[in-house]
Nanobody, 119 residues
Framework: QVHLVESGGGSVQAGGSLRLSCVASGRTYAMGWFRQAPGKEREFVAAFTWSGSTTAYAGSVKGRFTISRVNAENTAYLQMNSLKVDDTAVYYC???????????????WGQGTQVIVSS
């Protein structure tokens, strides 16, 4: 069992920035960020493999969001710049034990952190 703890959500005006953090209690194959807006399905945002071999972004955030990691600390970050109102959602950190996915089939999930972007 791997526990994930997110932090860093909040409220920001459109065009602003936020950085989310996720600390994992153990090492897995991959970690990702997902988000879920009210009334919508949970969607992929970004992910990486701890080996560094693979990184991916959703088209809607590419060029604005950056996922990074500190391997020694089992910590993942999501730097979000040029935020838009449409980025408003609960953001979840997730970890996958094996195999690469950019869909929601991840094994472990954090509790979520709210991001609100106002116009």
């Amino acid at each position: 069992q791997v526990h994930l703890v997110e932090s860093g959500g909040g409220s920001v005006q459109a065009g602003g920035s936020l950085r989310l953090s996720c600390v994992a209690s153990g090492r897995t194959y991959a970690m990702g960020w997902f988000r879920q807006a009210p009334g919508k399905e949970r969607e992929f945002v970004a992910a990486f493999t701890w080996s560094g071999s693979t990184t991916a972004y959703a088209g809607s955030v590419k060029g604005r969001f950056t996922i990074s990691r500190v391997n020694a600390e089992n910590t993942a970050y999501l730097q979000m710049n040029s935020l838009k109102v449409d980025d408003t959602a609960v953001y979840y950190c997730a970890a996958r034990a094996a195999g690469w996915r950019t869909t929601v089939e991840y094994d472990y999930w954090g509790q979520g952190t709210q991001v609100i972007v106002s116009s």
